[in-house]
């Protein structure tokens, strides 16, 4: 099974820390996603990276960073926590051969920031 | 860029009835179309998808989709639900590319009646 795992359920942080979010898959998958899910808002694609090192800016990046030093591990970085970016944090992975292009979820991890 | 509207924010059918829930997306080319699920307090689960060939797929849970290319759609759908089927239900747009994101609708919360 695909397993794609982020280092935290729950993390509670303060206004203006340094926050990093890890996720690790197991599948050799070379695209790799971070997403916010906020109630009526669905899933909002904050960065995206289809190979080590590479990156591209999702619909909602600002704020954000991200890192992707080795294929199976991608960070999300929060440069200063805010209020507004306390929400629900999913991690996916994905092939890119046909018909392999779905996305397989962490867990998630809920960050408040107080 | 690909984008997708789920119309419907929340839908309540009684057991038994047949449920459809409405996905467009918006991609310049041949797209792959995924419907996921979300049962509370869990990840996200595939429940099927389209990247070529037939237009009507099937997928687990007695779950179907019609990928119509002239409508831009991709409407899920059920011909009897089940008390378990109360969820929210996520549609996604991938491209034909090996470096493609997957952007996901809102989602529709499905509510079911006894």
């Known amino acids: 099974d695909v397993k794609v795992t982020q280092s935290s359920r729950y993390l509670v942080k303060r206004t203006g820390e340094k926050v990093f979010l890890e996720c690790v898959q197991d599948m050799d998958h070379e695209n790799m996603f971070w997403y916010r899910q906020d109630p009526g808002l669905g899933l909002r694609l904050i960065y995206f990276s289809y190979d080590v090192k590479m990156k591209e800016k999702g619909d909602i990046p600002e704020g954000y960073s991200v890192s992707r030093e080795k294929k199976e591990r991608f960070s999300l970085i929060l440069e200063s926590a805010s209020t507004n970016q306390t929400s629900m944090y999913l991690c996916?992975?994905?092939?890119?051969?046909?018909?392999?292009?779905?996305?397989?979820f962490g867990q998630g991890t809920r960050l408040t920031v107080v | 860029a690909q984008s997708v509207t789920q119309p419907d924010i929340h839908i309540t059918v009684s057991e038994g009835a047949s449920l459809e829930l409405r996905c467009n997306y918006s991609y310049g080319a041949t797209p792959y179309l995924f419907w996921y699920v979300q049962s509370p307090g869990q990840g996200l689960q595939l429940l099927l998808k389209?990247?070529?060939?037939?237009?009507l797929v099937q997928g687990i849970k007695g779950f179907e989709a019609e990928f119509k290319r002239s409508q831009s759609s991709f409407n899920l759908r059920k011909p009897s639900v089940h008390w378990s089927d109360a969820a929210e239900y996520f549609c996604a747009v991938g491209a034909y590319s090996s470096a493609s994101k997957i952007i996901f609708g809102s989602g529709t919360r499905l509510s079911i009646r006894p």
């Open positions: 996916a992975s994905s092939g890119q051969g046909m018909g392999d292009t779905e996305a397989f």
């Open positions: 389209y990247f070529s060939g037939d237009t």
